[in-house]
C-alpha cells in the first residue's frame, strides 16, 4: 500500500515517513521509543509521532500497553483529549502520529512557575473534568492520571495524554469491577491498593482530586519516600490544606480525597458543586467521524531480531505499581544479578494479619534452619556456620507494617549473606504464605526510581 512508503532519507537530511516530514525530537530516548516532531507534506500542520523500536518491546506488557492506547484513542474525539489522527508501521518500528501541543505538560508548568491562582486553576481542572467524564462515557478510565499526563497547548487548555494504562469495558470482570493494579502512586486511589477490585470510574475522579490539590498548592498531598508511609497516608485521606485556599475550595478537594471510593463525590456531584460551577462554560465533544488509519503491521510483534533477550519483565519498563500485577511466584532474578544487594528491600502485600505473617513467618524460616529472634514485633532469621560468617550465610530482617485493619505489607530486607540463599528464603517465604496473584515487589532501588514519584517541595505554609 501506498502508506507503507520506506522511510528514505532526502537529500537536505530530513526523513520522510508517508505524507509526513520527520524532524527534531521532541522527548528523547525513553525504554523503547521517543516521540518526534513531523510536519505534514500536504498541509503543513504539525504533529507528534510517537516511534517505538519494536526489538526493544520485549515485555508483552508493554506491547499490550501499545495495543491498548492505540485501541483506546481510536474511540476518542474531544477537545481536552490527545488526538490521535493515524498509525503507521514498518518491519521494526510503530508510528503513532498524535496532535502537537507545544505548550509541554502541567508538571513542568506547575514545577517551574508553582501553584496556579483559584480563577487559572478551576478553568484547568473543569477542563480535566469535562475529559475525563467524556472518557466514562465512552467506557474508558485512564488509570493513570497526573500531572506528566496532562498536556497543555498553546491556548492554554488541557489534553489527557498516555492511555497505556487505560481500561475498556472488556476489562471488567465478572463481579462487574476492575482488579488490575496499577497507576503512579502518589495519584493512586485507597481502593487500587486495598486490592480487592474497583469501580473504573473511581479512581479516577480520586486523581483527578490530587491533580486539583497540586495545581492549588504547588505540592503533593500524599508525598513519602518510604513507600509503606504513603500508602498509610492514601487509606487515611488524611491530608492537610493550605489556608490560602478558599473554603469552596477546601470543600470539593475533600470530597474528592474521600479514601471510601462508596461516598466519595462522583463527576455528577463535581459538576454541580458551586466552586466548580464558576465561569463554567462546557466542552463540546467532536461529533464529527474520521477515519483513523491503523497499520495492521503495528499490531505485529512476529518478527524481532533473533538477539532480541528473552527474559522476564526488566522492572526498569514499567513503574512500581505495575509490579503488584506480577503473577504470583515470586520471579526474583533481577533482583540478585548486581553486587550491593545487601541493600536491597522485598515487600509484598498480604490480607493476613501481622501476628499471623509473624508467625508463619517463623516457622519457615526456623524449618530451613535459620536462627530466630524476635523483638518489638520485629522479626531477625540468622543462618551461620558454626557462628562465622562464610560461604551460605545469610541474616534477614523482616517486618510487617499495618496499611489498613486489612491489608498488611511484609518487608524482608537482607543486612549480609549469601544472594542464593536469600532467593532460595523469599521463594519458600512466597509459597508457604499463599501471597495473592496481585502482589507488589518492589526494589530499594525501585523505590527510589519510582515513575511518577515527583516532589513538588513545600514552602512555608499555615495548614487549616
Avoid at 481536552?80 to 505548550?103: C, D, F, Q, W
Avoid at 512557575?113 to 480563577?119: A, H, V, W, Y
Avoid at 495524554?161 to 503512579?184: I, W
Wanted: glycine share 8%.
Amino acid at each position: 500500500m501506498a502508506i507503507k512508503k520506506k522511510i528514505e532519507e532526502k537529500q537536505k537530511g530530513a526523513v520522510q515517513l508517508g505524507k509526513y516530514e520527520i524532524g527534531r525530537t521532541l522527548l528523547g530516548e525513553g525504554n523503547f521509543g521517543k516521540v518526534k516532531l513531523a510536519t505534514h507534506v500536504d498541509s503543513g500542520l504539525q504533529f507528534a509521532v510517537k516511534v517505538f523500536e519494536k526489538n526493544k518491546i520485549v515485555s508483552p506488557k508493554i506491547n499490550e500497553q501499545i495495543i491498548r492506547e492505540i485501541a483506546t484513542l481510536k474511540l476518542l474525539k474531544h477537545p481536552n483529549v490527545i488526538r490521535l489522527h493515524e498509525v503507521l508501521a514498518s518491519k521494526t518500528k510503530i508510528y503513532m502520529v498524535l496532535e502537537y501541543v507545544p505548550g509541554g505538560d502541567l508538571f513542568d508548568r506547575i514545577a517551574n512557575r508553582g501553584k496556579l491562582s483559584e480563577t487559572q486553576g478551576r478553568k484547568l481542572f473543569q477542563q480535566l473534568i469535562d475529559g475525563v467524564n467524556y472518557c466514562h462515557q465512552k467506557g474508558v478510565f485512564h488509570r493513570d492520571l497526573k500531572l506528566e499526563n496532562l498536556l497543555v497547548d498553546a491556548k492554554g487548555n488541557i489534553k489527557i495524554s498516555d492511555f497505556g494504562l487505560s481500561a475498556l469495558p472488556q476489562h471488567v470482570r465478572e463481579d462487574g469491577l476492575l482488579h488490575t493494579t496499577c497507576g503512579s502512586p502518589n495519584y493512586v486511589a485507597p481502593e487500587i491498593i486495598a486490592n480487592r477490585g474497583y469501580q473504573g470510574s473511581t479512581p479516577d475522579i480520586w486523581s483527578c482530586g490530587v491533580i486539583l490539590y497540586v495545581i492549588l498548592t504547588g505540592f503533593l498531598p500524599f508525598d513519602d519516600r518510604n513507600m509503606v508511609v504513603l500508602y498509610q497516608k492514601i487509606f487515611k485521606g488524611d491530608t492537610q490544606i493550605p489556608k490560602w485556599i478558599s473554603p469552596e475550595a477546601q470543600n470539593l478537594i475533600r470530597k474528592i480525597l474521600d479514601p471510601n471510593p462508596d461516598t466519595r463525590i462522583t463527576m455528577v456531584g463535581i459538576k454541580e458543586d458551586a466552586w466548580f460551577k464558576q465561569d463554567y462554560t462546557p466542552t463540546v465533544p467532536d461529533d464529527e467521524e474520521e477515519d483513523k488509519y491503523i497499520d495492521d503491521e503495528a499490531f505485529s510483534m512476529s518478527e524481532p531480531p533473533s538477539s532480541a533477550p528473552k527474559c522476564p519483565e526488566s522492572p526498569t519498563l514499567i513503574n512500581a505499581f505495575q509490579l503488584i500485577g506480577m503473577s504470583s511466584c515470586l520471579d526474583l532474578s533481577g533482583f540478585f544479578e548486581n553486587e550491593g544487594v545487601s541493600e536491597r528491600k522485598i515487600r509484598f502485600t498480604s490480607n493476613h494479619s501481622a501476628k499471623d505473617l509473624l508467625a508463619r513467618i517463623e516457622d519457615t524460616v526456623t524449618e530451613m534452619g535459620f536462627r530466630v529472634q524476635k523483638k518489638n514485633g520485629k522479626l531477625k532469621a540468622t543462618q551461620e556456620h558454626r557462628g562465622q560468617r562464610c560461604l551460605g550465610s545469610l541474616s534477614v530482617a523482616v517486618e510487617v507494617f499495618e496499611i489498613s485493619s486489612s491489608l498488611y505489607v511484609v518487608e524482608l530486607r537482607k543486612s549480609y549473606g549469601d544472594s542464593s540463599t536469600y532467593r532460595q528464603l523469599c521463594k519458600k517465604l512466597s509459597s508457604d504464605l499463599g501471597i495473592p496473584q496481585s502482589q507488589e515487589l518492589l526494589s530499594t532501588e525501585l523505590e527510589n526510581n519510582i515513575e511518577g514519584d515527583m516532589r513538588l517541595h513545600v514552602r512555608e505554609t499555615e495548614f487549616s
